[in-house]
């Protein structure tokens, strides 16, 4: 891991950038944060289960943003692959897909809610 000092625009962030297995590019974008503003504290608190009963197969963030859209429903099925949450972070829109097959047993979160790299967005059974 590097840590790195960048200043974009006025705003300086402190940057660790991640090597890649084999030396490739990092597969998520890195976290920054404002140096010069203090940390405020999360926007809100991890939801409960939407339909009240959680699955198996977790569906994480894959980097910090908000939450843009909800691509899938609770009780819909899902092939690996399928987008089930889009997230915006640095003005791009990244889809958070299903890591296997299965259903949608509960959407944990909103659009517009704040997520943190590794928040769990959605279970499926």
């Known amino acids: 891991m590097k840590n790195y000092t960048i200043t974009v625009n006025g705003n300086v962030y402190d940057v660790v950038v991640e090597e890649g297995a084999g030396g490739a590019a990092p597969a ?49 099925a899902v092939k690996t692959g399928d987008t089930v949450v889009t997230i915006e972070a640095m003005k791009m829109e990244i889809p958070v897909v299903a890591p296997s097959d299965g259903t949608v047993a509960s959407i944990d979160v909103s659009v517009g809610d704040a997520v943190e790299a590794g928040a769990v967005l959605a279970t499926l059974n």
Request: aromatic share 2%.
């Open 28 to 76: 998520a974008a890195p976290k920054a944060a404002p140096k010069a503003a203090p940390k405020a504290a999360p926007a809100a608190a991890p939801k409960a289960a939407a339909s009240g009963a959680a699955g198996s197969v977790k569906i994480e963030a894959g980097a910090a943003g908000k939450v843009f859209s909800i691509d899938a429903k609770v009780g819909q």
